[in-house]
């Protein structure tokens, strides 16, 4: 049980390009959902809190404009990276936080999304 | 909240060895802590979690050990495989929202 999924693995676009990653929950329901990017050897930052149904909580210095998160299901965050630039090139990774019938406020993180923006 | 470091400290160990990983906190209002495992390229895996309750806590092969008075978290392997080499973090949840705080990670090396 608690597994998260995010799609896609891997990005590589071009400057101006957005994109989109998609964090699903497959057998558990979360009603929060976090979204982290992690540069190389460096720990997990927390970018924003996605609520089901409600906005996002940002954290400061993370843009809401250029960073655009729904939670649109119980099962599914997805966050949008609008006109990526190289600086955007990173580990996104998501996770969920578990209810009930798993670890109650334990955090289960998807496998990450690779962003290279060229 | 986040914990940023250029270099990891790394922890290399024969294998078969028993393996402790350290890690140190700042909010002692923090009343969960998880253990996480990121192998290269993915994401990181729970492994275990104790709450500000409990001094210790016991898995499959590993162990946490929470110490308020100093504020010290460890994370104890035993007999420690190659597929335990990863970089592991610790992480506190002492606010609101569930919101966790990373530390800096230690990378683990697991020399055959």
């Known amino acids: 049980g608690a597994v998260v999924s995010q799609h896609p693995s891997w990005v590589i676009c071009k400057s101006g390009t957005s994109v989109k990653i998609e964090c699903r929950s497959l057998?558990?329901?979360?009603?929060?959902m976090f979204w982290y990017r992690q540069f190389p050897k460096q720990s997990l930052m927390l970018m924003a809190t996605?609520?089901?149904?409600?906005?996002?909580?940002?954290e400061q210095g993370v843009e809401k404009d250029k960073f655009l998160i729904n939670h649109a299901s119980l099962t599914l965050s997805t966050l949008t990276v609008t006109s990526a630039h190289p600086e955007d090139s990173s580990f996104y990774i998501c996770s969920a936080l578990g209810g009930q019938g798993i670890v109650l406020g334990t955090q289960y993180f998807g496998p990450g999304t690779r962003l290279l923006v060229l | 909240g986040e914990s940023v470091g250029l270099h990891l400290p790394t922890l290399s160990v024969q294998e078969g060895d028993n393996s402790i990983i350290n890690c140190a906190y700042s909010n002692s209002a923090s009343d969960y802590f998880i253990w996480y495992k990121q192998e290269s390229g993915k994401g990181p895996q729970f492994i275990i979690d104790i709450r500000s309750n409990m001094d210790k806590r016991q898995g499959q092969r590993v162990t946490v050990l929470l110490n308020k008075t100093v504020k010290h978290l460890s994370l104890q392997i035993a007999a420690t495989q190659p597929g335990d080499s990863a970089v592991y973090f610790c992480a506190e949840n002492g606010s609101a929202g569930n919101m966790l705080t990373f530390g800096g990670g230690t990378r683990l090396m697991v020399k055959p």
């Open positions: 996605s609520n089901e149904g409600s906005k996002a909580t940002y």
């Open positions: 057998d558990f329901q979360a009603t929060t």
